[in-house]
């Protein structure tokens, strides 16, 4: 199966500019997770979709984050404006479902590495 | 999900077998063991899991103690491709932690 996807794979922005990342699921996959991975650190869950609803969205910084999922495929993460310590690796998951255990079926795109600059 | 402590980084020659330890004390009763692993310039991939009993697959072995309160994962012949973070994760949530570099080396 084709697996998740996800451009582009590198961007370069200015501070205060606005950057939208997109990511396409594997297919038939109803839950859609995005994090956020600093420099030397783990993934940071952003926000966590089932189909086209946000399920979880406690540490995403609403102030300048934004996201959607409209018609429960593919998704959208906006930064705007987008500031120094926002420079990380942008991650999206799939999953076939939440919610059941073991949660274990998450499958991670290769990521966008953003420099904030 | 419970809190895990893994060391910073281990280093394991090629050929031996790689023992990632992890201390999840504070788990309960129904999170499960969760393993991933990230190559450099990729997401993470998911390796194994296990509740109580201990797993195997064609990766990987996860033992889990009686207590439930420690795991080990074993890569049981490491090659130069098993350099990466290997993540351990004691909970439903998928939260990561630092988790441990592991260098094999020739």
């Known amino acids: 199966e084709a697996g998740v996807a996800q451009s582009p794979r590198y961007k370069i922005i200015e501070k205060r500019q606005s950057v939208a990342f997109w990511c396409n699921p594997i297919?038939?996959?109803?839950?859609l997770y995005w994090y956020q991975q600093i420099l030397g650190q783990g993934p940071k869950l952003l926000i966590q979709?089932?189909?086209?609803?946000?399920?979880?969205d406690s540490q995403l910084p609403k102030d300048r984050f934004s996201a959607e999922r409209l018609k429960g495929v593919d998704s959208t993460l906006k930064i705007q404006p987008a500031k120094l310590e926002d420079s990380a690796v942008y991650l999206c998951?799939?999953?076939?479902?939440?919610?059941?255990?073991?949660?274990?079926?998450?499958?991670f795109g290769s990521g966008t590495r953003l420099t904030v600059v | 999900d419970a809190k895990t402590t893994q060391p910073t980084s281990m280093d394991c020659a090629e050929g031996r077998a790689a023992n990632l330890p992890c201390n999840h004390s504070?788990?309960?009763?129904?999170?499960?063991v969760y393993w991933y692993r990230q190559i450099h310039s990729q997401g993470p991939q998911y390796i194994i899991h296990?509740?109580?009993n201990n797993e195997t697959n064609e990766m990987a072995s996860l033992i889990i103690t009686e207590d439930r309160k420690s795991s080990t994962l074993i890569l049981p012949h490491a090659t130069l491709r098993d350099t990466a973070v290997y993540y351990c994760?004691?909970?439903?949530?998928?939260?990561f932690g630092g988790g441990t570099r592991l260098m094999v080396k020739p």
């Open positions: 998951a799939s999953s076939l479902r939440s919610g059941t255990l073991p949660n274990y079926g998450y499958t």
């Open positions: 297919s038939g996959h109803a839950t």
């Open positions: 979709f089932q189909n086209n609803g946000v399920v979880d």
């Open positions: 504070t788990i309960s009763g129904n999170e499960y």
């Open positions: 296990g509740l109580k």
């Open positions: 994760i004691a909970g439903n949530m998928l939260t």
